[in-house]
């Protein structure tokens, strides 16, 4: 089967991770997680932990109903995956809007331990016009 925390099985981990989040399912998302999981996105000031992680990212895809990802490049060594991506979503006055971000993973029996979000969302680009 291999190391569940290699390099190479971590980045197929947080593929799936970045699918899961795209097709916006929750059950698939929280699956990934360790028990205790710490969600904090240091830009927003968001921190969720545990339970609470599955409520806190459902109320992202209700704030931004077509949320997406593409990701720009994936960092992983054993442990650890530092993935860079660019978001794009509508914003509640319809403009579209993209910004660009760094997740941060530290994984155990190759389940996310933490997802560090930094991004660039507070001064996200408009697409439109």
């Not at 991506?85 to 403009?95: E, F, K, N, Q």
């Amino acid at each position: 089967m291999g190391d569940p925390d290699s390099a190479a099985a971590l980045e197929r981990t947080i593929e799936g991770y970045n699918d899961a989040w795209n097709a916006h399912d929750l059950d698939a998302i929280v699956s990934f997680h360790a028990p205790g999981m710490v969600f904090e996105n240091h830009t927003a000031g968001e921190r969720a932990e545990g339970d609470e992680v599955r409520g806190h990212i459902a109320s992202i895809f209700a704030s931004w109903p077509d949320l997406s990802f593409s990701g720009r490049r994936l960092y992983a060594r054993e442990g650890l995956v530092v993935s860079e991506w660019t978001a794009t979503a509508t914003a509640r006055d319809g403009r579209s809007l993209t910004w660009d971000g760094v997740d941060v993973f530290p994984c155990a029996n190759g389940l996310i331990l933490r997802k560090d979000v930094y991004s660039a969302a507070h001064r996200a680009r408009t697409l439109d016009g």
